[in-house]
T-cell receptor
Framework: AQSVTQLGSHVSVSEGALVLLRCNYS??????LFWYVQYPNQGLQLLLK??????LVKGINGFEAEFKKSETSFHLTKPSAHMSDAAEYFC???????????????FGKGTLLTVNP | DAGVTQSPTHLIKTRGQQVTLRCSPK?????VSWYQQALGQGPQFIFQ???????QRGNFPDRFSGHQYPNYSSELNVNALLLGDSALYLC????????????FGPGTRLLVL
């Protein structure tokens, strides 16, 4: 069974500082990996996804993530935090059938990012 | 282009009642998935519908059932509500194609008293 572990339920950074949110996964097949962001009282918005192309994936709002197979990691980074980045971030792995069609997403428990002025 | 829409936005029910939540997928999408997000947790997969059939199901009891209509919209039904069913219910839609992304709606917040 696939699973996702997000290290750190709460990360606090200063505005302008580096953002690093950690995600490790377990999967018996090459995974599809995703980062979603959830603002208060809203649904999930896709930040970026890895689908076995380039290992460094660039997403929206200046975020990027690097797939490291040897470390089974997919950490999310942003060089300079902005106040508007304060939200909850979820890492997810896709449970792919043999045909490669997306089926369910398995999510981590989330990391709440706060940005201090 | 409208995204994924869900109704109602909020709902209050009492234990033992039944509830129906509705979802309209993003234009061009034919697959609908439902997730339950308890407070402070990540979303948990309930089931996925494609071509009006339940294609995959998560670890949820039979009290949770669904339906997909020919226009691809979907319903989630929960019978015999328990206090533990209080959560945000998220609908996600996608195209049934390789590497397609699931797009989420704003959710329905259900409170069971």
């Amino acid at each position: 069974a696939q699973s996702v572990t997000q290290l750190g339920s709460h990360v606090s950074v200063s505005e302008g500082a580096l953002v690093l949110l950690r995600c490790n996964y377990s999967s018996s097949v090459p995974p599809y990996l995703f980062w979603y962001v959830q603002y208060p009282n809203q649904g999930l918005q896709l930040l970026l996804k890895y689908t076995s192309a380039a290992t460094l994936v660039k997403g929206i709002n200046g975020f990027e993530a690097e797939f490291k197979k040897s470390e089974t990691s997919f950490h999310l980074t942003k060089p300079s935090a902005h106040m508007s980045d304060a939200a909850e971030y979820f890492c997810a792995v896709s449970d792919r059938a043999s045909g490669g069609i997306n089926y369910k997403l398995t999510f981590g428990k989330g990391t709440l990012l706060t940005v201090n002025p | 282009d409208a995204g994924v829409t869900q109704s109602p936005t909020h709902l209050i029910k009492t234990r033992g009642q039944q509830v129906t939540l509705r979802c309209s997928p993003k234009s061009g999408h034919d697959t609908v998935s439902w997730y339950q997000q308890a407070l402070g947790q990540g979303p948990q997969f309930i089931f996925q519908y494609y071509e009006e059939e339940e294609r995959q199901r998560g670890n949820f009891p039979d009290r949770f059932s669904g339906h997909q209509y020919p226009n691809y919209s979907s319903e989630l039904n929960v019978n015999a509500l328990l206090l533990g069913d209080s959560a945000l219910y998220l609908c996600a839609s996608s195209r049934d194609r390789y590497q397609e992304t699931q797009y989420f709606g704003p959710g329905t917040r259900l409170l069971v008293l």
